[in-house]
């Protein structure tokens, strides 16, 4: 049970931290900010900063991981019952992480703008983004008989996700949901998506 509190205190620690980083190097620019400044700006030690993280690109986007829940976590708890739709039953997932941006879009849209500024943070970024398609591959698995149906829904389901954030992030009175609901619809209609003849002529 000790060990179970510690370790859970630990993570509180580690997300508390994390938020500090992102709005630190948010507010003083994340190229121009080293890890000794992060540190004493948020009021510890380098070497407790190195406990919790590798790099300060692990920190920024650890904070902007904390902003998207776990979406695979959320799904296993929902318990869809045959017949459910994938894309209805992931967007549902999603709605702790729109519950998360609404509590604090400020500090989301910061950490978005900082993140897609920086081709560093881009690829540390990009390396989270499959870790997560392929836990939600895992987690859809058990729905579908064919796994290579699993994986081609939590790809797009992801891309739909990147879709939804990119869009809030450019909109700033937009609601992150209906931003979610916009991407998923659009993603899925890109299947039957045929080139435009007005297009094409103007080429």
């Not at 149906?149 to 209906?178: F, K, N, R, Y």
Request: with cysteine; proline share 2%.
């Amino acid at each position: 049970m000790n060990s179970d509190v510690r370790a859970r205190s630990k993570e509180i620690l580690r997300a508390q931290l994390a938020h500090a980083a992102a709005d630190y190097c948010a507010l003083h620019g994340f190229a121009e900010s080293t890890v000794d400044e992060i540190a004493q700006g948020i009021g510890i030690s380098r070497a407790t900063f190195f406990r919790y993280f590798a790099s300060k690109e692990e920190a920024v986007v650890a904070a902007a991981r904390l902003e998207r829940e776990s979406v695979d976590v959320h799904l296993r708890a929902q318990h869809a019952s045959p017949g459910t739709l994938a894309f209805d039953a992931v967007r549902s997932a999603l709605e702790p992480t729109v519950d998360a941006a609404r509590a604090d879009p400020a500090r989301a849209r910061a950490q978005i703008a900082m993140i897609t500024g920086n081709s560093a943070l881009r690829g540390q970024l990009a390396a989270d983004r499959a870790d997560e398609s392929a836990k939600l591959a895992t987690a859809l698995a058990s729905y579908f008989s064919d796994p290579y149906i699993a994986q081609a829904v939590a790809a797009a389901s992801m891309a739909a996700t990147e879709l939804g954030w990119s869009l809030w992030a450019a909109d700033q009175t937009s609601d992150l949901g209906d931003m979610f609901d916009i991407a998923f619809a659009l993603i899925g209609q890109a299947q039957s998506a045929r080139f435009d003849q007005s297009a094409s002529s103007a080429r």
